[in-house]
């Protein structure tokens, strides 16, 4: 507020002024009375010499008179010495001037020019008396007649005695001297009334300037007021301000918002409307200023809670408001969308349930505890057995219901202390604190259970299976990413033992998982270190006996561990995401090296090389623009290239299924050939093979190489080769390691050929050798 202020007060410049208006209206009156005064008092002590001088003429006259007589008796006097002080002093009462001293008596007196009619006809008419005084005195002194000297002061005094005389003279002198001496004071004391009325008008104007001004400050500073009240009225923002006492003010926008009266508010009341659980906060911020912001919790008159984010200044020494201001916004919105964040952050929205951000947090926790405390826990990972199925053939919302309904019924298996949580698909983990062995085993066992009734989704019942990993933490140190690596690890061994069950890891399994994930770490150094190369294996045409392509075999010579099969480290490229970056490698490879052949000419006609696809590569999507990429790259024409696909990935529902037979069906259509590779093994939609974009049909190795001895497996055979042809499509037999194998295809039909018995796969250099001979006749290159 004080930064507010000097920035911005519309009326402070105006106050101000009148301030100082009312100062000087009191400087003036006050300047002006003392100089009144000052003026008024030294007039009074002029005029108290004056009215001294002129009592004395009165004094001085008679003295004159008895003088003389003792003059004319022979006694010493000098009357003439005082007939020169009574007229000068005359004088100077009329004129101004210096009355003389008298001897032994009065100091000489400096006194003003007489003003006032009154007082000049009175005061000449004393001189002339005093003129006329002394020249009698003299006359009788001089033994003249005093009647004969010429009156000036006009008097008619019908008295001859001389002396007689001389007194009626000094008596007149006396008497105009008094009245004189009368005049000057009344004329005083007119004077003090004068300045008592002008200091009384003076102090009244003073005052009511003064008082205009102050009632125009006070109407000024009330606009102020007003004008802020109203600023922060009208504005969203709200303000309270609170000291020793509570609430002293809650601005309109607070009761327009909380719908309480101000009243309800003020004081103490205003703890009755903040939540309790923010109780404290308040009190001690408003009582401290500190901290300087705080959200909390207040209820409105429909008894809503909302959410107030203040800002706290400390004006406890500002004396204008002597408080603590809290400026509160009203932040519900956003503190419902923060903890809806946070809801969505950690919770699985379709099942409510913790996911897995929580459930790691959770686990960090309870692992830290067990390693303050030892005390034991159990993690469990579930995954649900035929629910991949549901979801495809009934779509989505089924499957969300019945993850749901699964969701359900694992919370009632469990304790509420437990943290239930999915992570997503049909994945769920389950934290267990202070489970030793047995009861991390009775767990799993009660999910499993729990399953073991059908659920009911869309009126039709659905029997769901778990295979579920169990990890047992004994106490002590321990981290969440390998506990759940454990978890997932044991869920898989649960999954290869035969689903639909739970199995607990162990140092077996865990010595398995760190040979994996050591192999995949080598696989993708070695890919990085060029430790993988490709062979080439040929496929011979049974009618010619040419060869008419080959199958792209991918290898891996590792520095430690020297070759290792494609079976064993293609399973965990694909469980890792590490066949991504093989996948391409193998086109790349495999492209331009038959863009090579095809540039020197070494390839027949309809030659195609084949490369292995991975159901995973197929499924994460992305294979069309790879393929068309790669083709651009190396230059190879697209009819050169043929992708060997499994069967179980190219009938795949769902999505992603769709995603693959639309990328494939588009290659399909650029010129890029299709095979389904291992066919037999799966026999899972022979009816829909016709919908897929298939060029070539491989009858797997174990038909063929069972053939020979299994009339089944002849049989498969046999009708493999009818359908391809059916179908109109070419059946390539793989693995011919013997002539009677190769007899017994070629009596079913079978297209072309691929074994041993022909050649191995081959290195880059072995397989252009062998593509560079000339055709030969016999076929068994090997
Ligand atoms: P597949 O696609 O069925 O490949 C044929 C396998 O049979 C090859 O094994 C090949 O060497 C082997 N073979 C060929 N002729 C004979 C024969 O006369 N007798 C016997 N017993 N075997 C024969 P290989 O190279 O060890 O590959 C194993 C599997 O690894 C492949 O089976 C394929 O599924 C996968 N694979 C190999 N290379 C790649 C690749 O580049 N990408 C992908 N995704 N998978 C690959
Ligand atoms: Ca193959
Ligand atoms: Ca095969």
Redesign the pocket.
């Known amino acids: 507020m004080p930064g507010r202020r000097s920035t911005f007060a519309p009326f402070a410049g105006r106050s101000r002024r009148t301030i100082v208006a009312i100062l000087v209206t009191f400087a003036l009156c006050w300047g002006l009375s003392v100089v009144l005064s000052i003026s008024a008092t030294q007039g009074s002590q002029h005029r108290a010499a004056v009215v001294e001088v002129a009592a004395r003429q009165r004094t001085l006259a008679e003295r004159y008179v008895n003088e003389i007589l003792l003059v004319r008796a022979g006694e010493p006097a000098d009357p003439a010495a005082t007939a020169t002080v009574l007229v000068r002093s005359a004088d100077a009462l009329l004129n101004g001037g210096t009355a003389p001293e008298v001897q032994g008596d009065d100091d000489a007196t400096a006194l003003p020019a007489a003003s006032g009619s009154v007082i000049r006809r009175q005061l000449m008419q004393e001189k002339r008396l005093a003129v006329d005084l002394t020249a009698a005195g003299s006359a009788l002194l001089a033994h003249t007649s005093p009647a004969a000297v010429p009156m000036t002061a006009n008097e008619h005094i019908n008295v001859t005695d001389p002396v007689e005389r001389l007194r009626v003279l000094a008596g007149l002198t006396s008497n105009v001297s008094l009245n004189a001496a009368r005049t000057i004071a009344t004329a005083d004391d007119a004077n003090i009334s004068n300045l008592i009325i002008t200091q009384s008008l003076l102090g009244i104007g003073g005052l009511s300037t003064s008082l205009l001004l102050a009632l125009g400050l006070i109407a000024a500073t009330r606009r102020q007021t007003a004008h802020f009240r109203s600023l922060v009225d009208s504005s969203t923002d709200l303000v309270l301000v609170f000291g020793t006492d509570g609430c002293r003010y809650a601005s309109q926008s607070v009761t327009r918002m909380l719908g309480h009266p101000d009243t309800a508010l003020l004081g103490a009341g205003f703890a009755d409307v903040v939540h309790p659980d923010d109780r404290e906060l308040v009190r001690t911020a408003a009582t401290r200023a500190e901290p300087r912001e705080i959200v909390f919790g207040i209820r409105n008159h429909l008894g809503e809670w909302r959410q107030l984010e203040a800002h706290l200044t400390d004006l406890r020494s500002d004396r204008h408001i002597r408080g603590i201001v809290l400026n509160a916004r009203d932040v519900s919105e956003r503190v419902r969308l923060e903890e809806q964040l946070v809801r969505q952050a950690y919770h699985d929205d379709l099942t409510q349930l913790a996911n897995r951000v929580l459930f790691r947090d959770r686990l960090d926790h309870a692992l830290a505890r067990s390693e303050r405390t030892d005390a034991p826990l159990a993690v469990l990972l579930v995954d649900l057995d035929g629910f991949k199925q549901v979801n495809d053939s009934l779509g989505h919302d089924a499957g969300d219901q019945l993850l749901r309904r699964v969701a359900e019924r694992f919370a009632e298996a469990t304790r509420p202390s437990d943290t239930l949580a999915r992570f997503g698909g049909d994945e769920f983990g389950l934290l267990v604190e202070d489970a030793d062995p047995a009861h991390a085993e009775a767990v799993a066992g009660r999910l499993l259970e729990s399953l073991s009734q059908p659920l009911m989704v869309s009126d039709r019942e659905f029997a769901i299976g778990a295979s579920i990993g169990v990890v047992h933490h004994a106490g002590g140190p321990g981290n969440s990413d390998e506990t759940i690596r454990n978890a997932d690890i044991a869920m898989y061994a649960a999954k290869e033992a035969g689903r639909n069950r739970f199995a607990v890891f162990g140092e077996d399994m865990a010595r398995r998982a760190i040979d994996l994930r050591q192999l995949e770490q080598e696989l993708r150094l070695g890919l990085r270190r060029g430790e993988f190369s490709m062979h080439y294996?040929p496929e011979i045409d049974l009618a010619s006996d040419a060869i008419v392509g080959v199958?792209?075999?991918?290898r891996w010579h590792s520095p430690t561990r020297g070759q290792i099969?494609?079976?064993e480290f293609?399973p965990v490229a694909e469980a890792t995401g590490a066949i991504f970056e093989l996948?391409e490698f193998?086109l790349r490879e495999a492209c331009a090296q038959t863009a090579q052949w095809h540039a020197a000419g070494m390839l027949a006609d309809g030659f195609v090389t084949w490369?292995?696809?991975?159901g995973r590569q197929l499924s994460a999507g992305g294979v069309g623009a790879l393929v068309t990429r790669v083709l651009g790259d190396t230059g190879l024409p697209a009819g050169l290239l043929g992708l060997?696909v499994t069967e179980t990935a190219i009938v795949q529902d769902g999505s992603a299924g769709e995603r693959a037979r639309a990328e494939l069906h588009d290659l399909h259509e650029s010129g890029v050939r299709i095979a389904i590779?291992?066919f037999g093994t799966g026999f899972s939609s022979l009816g829909q093979l016709r919908h897929f974009p298939v060029d070539v049909i491989k009858v797997d190795?174990c038909f063929v190489q069972g053939a020979e001895h299994n009339a089944k497996d002849a049989a498969i055979t046999a009708n493999v080769v009818s359908l391809a042809h059916a179908l109109g499509l070419l059946a390539i037999a793989?693995?011919?390691?013997s002539e009677t194998q190769l007899e017994s295809v070629r009596s079913v039909g079978c297209d072309r050929a691929?074994?041993?018995?022909f050649a191995r796969?081959l290195p880059a250099a072995e397989a252009t050798a062998l593509l560079a001979e000339p055709r030969r006749g016999d076929s068994q290159a090997a």
């Not at 199958?551 to 991918?554: F, S, W």
């Not at 691929?754 to 018995?757: A, R």
């Open positions: 294996q199958e792209a075999l991918l099969s494609p079976a293609i996948g193998v490369t292995n696809l991975s060997e590779d291992d190795r793989e693995g011919i390691e691929q074994g041993y018995l796969p």
